[in-house]
């Protein structure tokens, strides 16, 4: 049909562009959204942002208050307790078989991203600071081999990041992650699984304690 594939190209754009803001907090918890404002925001129909919007409360990011508008949903206790669990599982899943993966490159390539956080952090950029937090707990993963890992590391991503992101504001501190980050990484250069396993989970605690609190 004509103009489905521009539909769905539209329908897409604002779920994405909605949903980003949700994950760095431009549109906070209790954030009320409307069709029309939205649509002309974007440049769209009112029709494919009333499908973005119905997709994203399908996804569990808004709620669809019909002739009011739609309302970011906070998380829950139970949904943040989820996706710190499902952190720790594939992150520690990650570290536990990196055994003779973790090259020189690997390590390379972890400590260049600490250092993008480290940066982020000098000028309390949070939105930079969790990017970096996410390509190094999806390169702590990667290091693994196991390509199913990664994806689902990868599509639970954007759950990961706005837990993470209100972890961080919440908590007000950057430096005690980035030390935790580098003594990560420092323990897989040693060669230290355990140790580094350890750390992550602490960290993550860290996280939870911040969020319940």
Do not use: C
Request: neutral net charge; aromatic residues 2%.
């Amino acid at each position: 049909m004509p103009g489905t594939e521009r539909d769905i190209s539209s329908r897409l754009k604002v779920y994405r562009y909605v949903k980003d803001g949700i994950i760095s907090r431009e549109l906070p918890p209790g954030a009320m959204i409307h069709e029309r404002d939205l649509a002309q925001i974007i440049g769209v129909s009112r029709s494919p942002v009333r499908e973005a919007l119905q997709s994203l409360q399908d996804d569990g990011w808004l709620t669809v208050m019909p002739r009011k508008g739609s309302v970011v949903r906070p998380l829950s206790r139970v949904e943040i307790e989820e996706v710190l669990q499902l952190r720790i599982i594939i992150g520690a899943a990650g570290i536990q078989l990196s055994a003779g993966r973790v090259s020189a490159g690997a390590l390379a390539h972890l400590k260049g991203i600490i250092a993008r956080q480290e940066i982020a952090s000098q000028v309390a950029d949070y939105t930079r600071f969790i990017d970096a937090d996410m390509q190094l707990h999806i390169a702590l993963v990667q290091l693994a081999g196991n390509s199913r890992l990664s994806r689902m590391a990868e599509d639970l991503l954007d759950n990961f990041r706005r837990v993470a992101l209100e972890a961080v504001a919440g908590r007000g501190d950057l430096a005690s992650p980035l030390a935790e980050h580098r003594a990560i990484v420092e323990a897989l250069e040693r060669d230290d699984r355990l140790t580094a396993e350890k750390i992550l989970i602490e960290h993550i605690e860290s996280a939870r304690q911040s969020l319940v609190a």
